[in-house]
């Protein structure tokens, strides 16, 4: 079965600044790699996904993420962090021909003026 | 269009209560799931819905839980008999189809607090 970690609980980065958060899992094979975020009080939103082809993937509110396959990771980067970026960032894991998602614990992006 | 609700957004109970949470989905979804989050965890799979039908029930924690869906829409997650271990946000998904590159979109969460 295929799992996800993400290593940092919290960070705290300052507005313009650039972030990347660490994303690692666990999958025999080639696996669908997400990210999503969740505003305090909204459901959980897609920000970009992988399957195949292009290991950069470009997401949405200008975040990007990078698969590589021998480190087992997915991270997730942007330029230049803005005060609305504060929220709780999950990454999950998928498998081709199944329907389920597994997704990692979590992490905390707070961001100071 | 309208995205997914849930409802109640807040419910707190006594322990030994049953409780049922509602999820809406994304009209035309033929896909549903409930996911728990406890504070500090991932979120955990509990059940999914194809149309009406739940092929697959293994998350859910114990025979406490159910699910149903009826008309390929409402889903209706039952807690009975409450434990304080049961609080977290119950969140529901929907996408078009049962597939992992299918994009679940998520409802606002219930959150679910046991005294």
């Known amino acids: 079965a295929q799992s996800v970690t993400q290593p940092d609980i919290h960070i705290t980065v300052s507005e313009g600044a650039s972030l990347e958060l660490r994303c690692n899992y666990s999958y025999g094979a080639t696996p669908y790699l997400f990210w999503y975020v969740q505003s305090p009080g909204q459901g959980l939103q897609l920000l970009l996904k992988y399957f195949s082809g292009d290991t950069l993937v470009q997401g949405i509110k200008g975040f990007e993420a990078e698969f590589k396959r021998s480190q087992s990771s997915f991270n997730l980067r942007k330029p230049s962090v803005h005060w609305s970026d504060a929220a709780e960032y999950f990454c999950?894991?998928?498998?081709?021909?199944?329907?389920?998602?597994?997704f990692g614990a979590g992490t905390t992006v707070t961001v100071r003026a | 269009g309208a995205g997914v609700s849930q409802s109640p957004s807040n419910k707190v109970t006594e322990k030994g209560k049953d409780v049922e949470l509602r999820c809406d989905p994304i009209s035309g979804h033929t896909a549903l799931y409930w996911y728990r989050q406890s504070l500090g965890q991932g979120l955990e799979f509990l059940i999914y819905?194809?149309?009406?039908?739940?092929?697959?029930k293994s998350g859910l924690p114990s025979d406490r839980f159910s699910a149903e869906r009826t008309g390929g829409s409402v889903s209706t997650l039952t807690i009975q008999r409450t434990q304080q271990e049961d609080s977290a946000v119950y969140l529901c998904?929907?996408?078009?189809?049962?597939?992992?590159?299918?994009?679940?979109?998520f409802g606002p969460g219930t959150r679910l607090t046991v005294l």
């Open positions: 998904a929907s996408s078009w189809v049962a597939s992992s590159t299918d994009t679940q979109y």
């Open positions: 819905f194809q149309g009406n039908s739940a092929p697959d």
């Open positions: 999950a894991v998928g498998a081709p021909n199944d329907y389920k998602l597994s």
